[in-house]
T-cell receptor, first 111, second 114 residues
């Protein structure tokens, strides 16, 4: 069964910490994406990547960065976590022109 | 650019009743259309998709959707819902050409009442 795996289901971090959210896919997909999901706002795209070492800003990249050193792994980095980054973070992957496969999500709380 | 409007943020419905979740989209180019479902504390799961061909698309769990190009709609329907259908449903569009991200609607929370 094909999978997108997010390393943590729940995470609690302190304000100002550097936070790494990891995502791994085993489908050899070219594209990978990071979204955050907040009540009433739906899914908002943070960053995406079409290939190794490539990245593109989404709709809300401020306060985040990403890394894609290998095709199967796409990391989201919160440089200095803030309370307004408390959210559900969803990773997804896809082939070009197809729909997405999502991970189970990481619920991040910043205190 | 594409945009998606889900016309209802919440839809309560009694068990075994029919339901329709509405989705309209806007795009200057041809698009593929998707519905995803998210059960509590889980990621999104593909329910169904329209790529081409028949405008009536059948998905998992008894759901279906109809693509209406003239009305730019892709409404999701189920003739008889179950308690287990309680979830959030997202409509999304993807451009035919180019490698651009899916654009999602804001979601519709379906609550099935016993």
């Amino acid at each position: 069964d094909v999978k997108v795996t997010q390393s943590s289901r729940y995470l609690v971090k302190r304000t100002g910490e550097k936070v790494f959210l990891e995502c791994v896919q085993d489908m050899d997909h070219e594209n990978m994406f990071w979204y955050r999901q907040d009540p009433g706002l739906g899914l908002r795209l943070i960053y995406f990547s079409y290939d190794v070492k490539m990245k593109e800003k989404g709709d809300i990249p401020e306060g985040y960065s990403v890394s894609r050193e290998k095709k199967e792994r796409f990391s989201l980095i919160l440089e200095s976590a803030s309370t307004n980054q408390t959210s559900m973070y969803l990773c997804a992957s896809s082939r070009v022109g197809y729909g997405y496969t999502f991970g189970s999500g990481t619920r991040l709380t910043v205190v | 650019a594409q945009s998606v409007t889900q016309l209802d943020s919440q839809v309560p419905v009694f068990e075994e009743a029919p339901v329709e979740l509405r989705c309209n989209y806007s795009s200057s180019v041809s698009v593929y259309l998707f519905w995803y479902v998210q059960y509590p504390n889980q990621g999104l799961q593909l329910l169904l998709k329209y790529l081409s061909g028949s405008t009536l698309v059948k998905g998992i769990n008894g759901f279906e959707a109809e693509f209406n190009k003239s009305q730019t709609s892709f409404h999701l329907r189920k003739p008889s819902v179950h308690i287990s259908d309680t979830a959030e449903y997202f409509c999304a569009v993807l451009r035919y050409s180019g490698n651009t991200p899916l654009v999602f609607g804001k979601g519709t929370r379906l609550s099935v009442i016993a």
